[in-house]
Each structure stands twice: as C-alpha cells, then as structure tokens.
C-alpha cells in the first residue's frame, strides 16, 4: 500500500503563488504515476497535472503555463507549484498515485483559497 500525505495550501491573494507538497510513503517502489487533481465546491474533481516515473508531465489547459509539476527522483515527494494563481483555482487539491500494478491512492486533500 501507499500512503499520501498533501500539505502547503493555505489561503492566498489572487495573483500569489502556492507550492503543494505531497510525501509518499509505504511500497514507493511500486509507483508509477503521480498527479494532483482538485475538487472546486458543487463540481466534480478534475485532474490538473501528473508526472510518470520517468518524468512525463501533462497539465490541464486551464493550468497550463501557471502551474509546474516536479517530482524527487526516488517519487518519494511530488510538488505543485502554482503561479498566477486566481479565484478560479480555488478548491480541495488531491494527491493521487497509481502503482505499477493499476491500483490507486489518494491523499485527503488540501484546501488552496484564491481571494479574488
């Protein structure tokens, strides 16, 4: 099993930056792919960025050329680093990884507040 745990949100001015961590821990050999996705009140939760082992990244549009997915070479840590940010990206942000074998994990969120 894996286990995720996210930190970093907080509450920030629109135009401000934030940087979400997410430390994994439990069977991190078994990693293959980790990404934020985030949950906007009365709204589904959409992906925002991943990044594979080997260092692939793919970002929403809406996200693109803001936010920056990172990741330690031992995917032991996986970081979000969000600029210009706005009202719009407010909203519970999800850590999630998928093992080599398929099976997925979520952290329990953290909340990021953009006041407009």
């Known amino acids: 099993q894996v286990q995720l745990v996210e930190s970093g949100g907080g509450l920030v001015q629109a135009g401000g930056s934030l940087r979400l961590s997410c430390a994994a821990s439990?069977?991190?050999?078994?990693?293959?792919?980790m990404a934020w996705y985030r949950q906007a009140p009365g709204k589904q939760r959409e992906l925002v960025a991943g990044?594979?082992?080997?260092?692939?990244?793919n970002y929403d549009d809406s996200v693109k050329g803001r936010f920056t997915i990172s990741r330690d070479t031992a995917m032991n840590t996986v970081y979000l680093q969000m600029n210009s940010l706005k009202a719009e990206d407010t909203a519970v942000y999800y850590c999630?990884?998928?093992?080599?074998?398929?099976?997925?994990?979520w952290g329990k969120g953290t909340l990021v507040t953009v006041s407009s």
């Open positions: 439990g069977s991190i050999f078994s990693i293959n792919t």
């Open positions: 999630n990884t998928v093992t080599m074998d398929g099976i997925g994990y």
């Open positions: 990044i594979t082992r080997t260092g692939r990244t």
